[in-house]
Nanobody, 113 residues
Framework: QVQLVESGGGLVQAGESLRLSCAAP????????MRWFRQAPGKEHEFVAE???????DYADSVKGRFTISTDNAKYTVYLQMNDLKPEDTAVYYC???????WGPGTQVTVSA
């Protein structure tokens, strides 16, 4: 079955940065808006950011100015650059190919105060 693969999560202190990566099959990457979601312990899925095949981006208000979504079209990879991380950013982060409804297994991001 087609699956996305996230990487780059880890444990950091507040104010530090991480960059998440999501590798996708070529055909999936080229025809889908790619999204990042996150889910904190005991909370519901939350939209974080998206980028369309025309490089149009959108962000949740909680991450605007801190997170940047981008792609490497030669590597079929979408990134989430996460700057000035806060403890409330702690969550499992999931990559999603929106139109084809394909998900990755998630990568853990933990931000300590």
């Amino acid at each position: 079955q087609v699956q996305l693969v996230e990487s780059g999560g880890g444990l950091v202190q507040a104010g530090e940065s991480l960059r998440l990566s999501c590798a996708a099959p070529k055909t999936i990457f080229r025809r889908n808006t790619m999204r990042w979601f996150r889910q904190a312990p005991g909370k519901e899925h939350e939209f974080v950011a998206e980028i369309s095949t025309r490089d149009i981006t959108d962000y949740a208000d909680s991450v605007k100015g801190r997170f940047t979504i981008s792609t490497d079209n030669a590597k079929y990879t979408v990134y989430l650059q996460m700057n000035d991380l806060k403890p409330e950013d702690t969550a499992v982060y999931y990559c999603n190919a929106w139109g084809d409804r394909v998900w990755g297994p998630g990568t853990q991001v933990t931000v300590s105060a």
